[in-house]
């Protein structure tokens, strides 16, 4: 796997020119225009206060097919032939990658200090590229992406690993994507529910319950999702827990410490009922799931305290 530059070229931009970078194909799910952002370009092309931008395009191998990178903004505005507007160069680079999924790596290096490129963009970008998110619902991606780095680094993930690093981390945990949007997307799994579960916590004590013991975590988490008849009491007490436990911090809350009860609470429940059930259906795999069950829980300690540095 690898990407490269092919060459860059600099050029005045015109409407026909802006059409044709706006009609390519973008990678992932095509952002947004935003009505502010295109508001304060059009004000600075008018002022002549604009000079110049900077465009990617990318030509992958494994379809043969070249994507915008970015530029939809300023390319939407190009395009609009009543715009008038002097001499604007257009720096454009142009990249080759081998895979669909290195395309969101070369996406990720864009517009990083632009408040234009959001977080959920490069989660997308991503996502689109990962087959057990292929097609999935857009609320579902950033749970995902945050229940892996808060399980892997702690609540406090967001000042250990960048944004693009935890992108990345999507299709490094593909398996666990699939297990989660089996779940959620089960027609016995209300709509409220699916909105009260979409909590960093919960996704990350999910992500560790299913790294430990994947057929437990199934059969725990899909019980205490659909809150159906077959819940144990363990179950049910969680289901309610997390329904009428609030989205947002309260007045005095600390996000952080807010997030780690939270996960301390799901996974002491996932434990007192992992030890009484899992002999049913994993006694030849006990022990080996107490010893990965350790080594998992060390090593994010680990992670943790090293990213802290």
Do not use: H, M, Q, W
């Given at each position: 796997m690898s990407y490269k530059i092919t060459k860059t070229q600099t050029f005045s931009v015109t409407p026909e020119k802006a059409a044709a970078h706006l009609a390519l194909t973008p990678v992932g799910?095509?952002?947004?225009?935003?009505?502010?952002?295109m508001a304060d370009l059009r004000s600075h092309i008018i002022a002549g206060t604009f000079h110049s931008c900077e465009w990617g395009i990318i030509y992958c191998l494994e379809d043969g097919l070249s994507y915008r990178v970015n530029g939809k903004n300023t390319s939407t505005l190009f395009s609009d032939p009543s715009l008038v507007y002097g001499d604007i160069r257009i720096s454009c680079t142009f990249w080759e990658c081998d895979t669909l999924l290195e395309m969101s790596r070369i996406y990720a290096t864009y517009d990083r200090k632009l408040t234009t490129r959001l977080a959920s963009d490069n989660y997308k970008a991503v996502a689109a590229y990962v087959p057990s998110l292929k097609k999935a619902v857009v609320s579902l991606i950033g749970p995902c992406v945050t229940g892996i780095s808060c399980g892997k680094y702690g609540p406090s993930y967001d000042k250990k690993v960048s944004v693009e690093e935890r992108a990345q981390e999507?299709?490094?945990?593909?398996?666990?994507?699939?297990?989660?949007?089996?779940?959620?997307?089960?027609?016995?799994?209300?709509?409220?529910?699916?909105?009260?579960?979409?909590?960093?916590?919960i996704f990350a004590s999910m992500w560790l319950c299913f790294k430990e013991d994947r057929e437990a975590a199934k059969v725990f988490w899909g019980r205490v999702f659909r809150g159906d008849g077959n819940m144990s009491t363990k179950e049910r007490g969680l289901n309610t827990y997390i329904l009428t436990t609030p989205l947002k911090a309260v007045k005095g809350d600390s996000g952080t410490e807010r997030t780690e009860n939270q996960m301390k609470k799901c996974l002491r429940v996932y434990d007192a009922w992992w030890k009484e059930n899992s002999e049913d259906y994993t006694s030849h795999r006990r022990k080996e799931v107490l010893a990965k069950r350790k080594e998992l829980r060390e090593a994010r300690l680990a992670m943790s305290a090293k990213k802290s540095v």
């Open positions: 799910v095509d952002c947004k225009v935003r009505p502010k952002k999507l299709p490094l945990n593909d398996d666990y994507c699939a297990f989660v949007r089996e779940i959620y997307d089960s027609k016995e799994v209300t709509s409220l529910v699916k909105e009260k579960f979409r909590k960093g916590s």
